[in-house]
């Protein structure tokens, strides 16, 4: 079992950025891929960034690829996603999941509770 919490959440004006974080309780977070997720109001959860379980390799959705860099640091056991130039668009409840490396949903089975990312136009 694995307790993910997610921090670094806000509000913040389109064009800024914003670093959220997640914290991992678990002895075996250095051998599994790591991602983030998100969720907005009327959609359906998306695959936002991806990590390999040493943080060699990542992947992004189009639509953040370029402004979105997740990064992986197995001592602290934490997962980070920088997030530069947001967009309105991006104003999602953001989750930490674990999991095996890829972009879909379905490779990542456990997340954490979220944490609300709100840009203003």
């Known amino acids: 079992q694995v307790q993910l919490v997610e921090s670094g959440g806000g509000l913040v004006q389109a064009g800024g950025s914003l670093r959220l974080s997640c914290a991992a309780s678990?002895?075996?977070?250095?051998?599994?891929?790591m991602g983030w997720l998100r969720q907005a109001p009327g959609k359906e959860r998306e695959f936002v960034a991806a990590i390999t379980s040493v943080g060699g390799t990542t992947a992004y959705a189009a639509t953040v690829k370029g402004r979105l860099t997740i990064s992986k640091n197995n001592a602290k056991k934490m997962v980070d996603l920088q997030m530069n130039s947001l967009k309105p668009e991006d104003a999602a409840v953001y989750y930490c999941?674990?999991?095996?490396?890829?972009?879909?949903?379905?490779?990542?089975?456990?997340w954490g509770p979220g944490t609300q990312v709100t840009v203003s136009s």
């Open positions: 678990s002895r075996t977070f250095s051998l599994y891929s």
């Open positions: 999941a674990r999991g095996s490396f890829g972009t879909r949903l379905a490779n990542f089975g456990s």
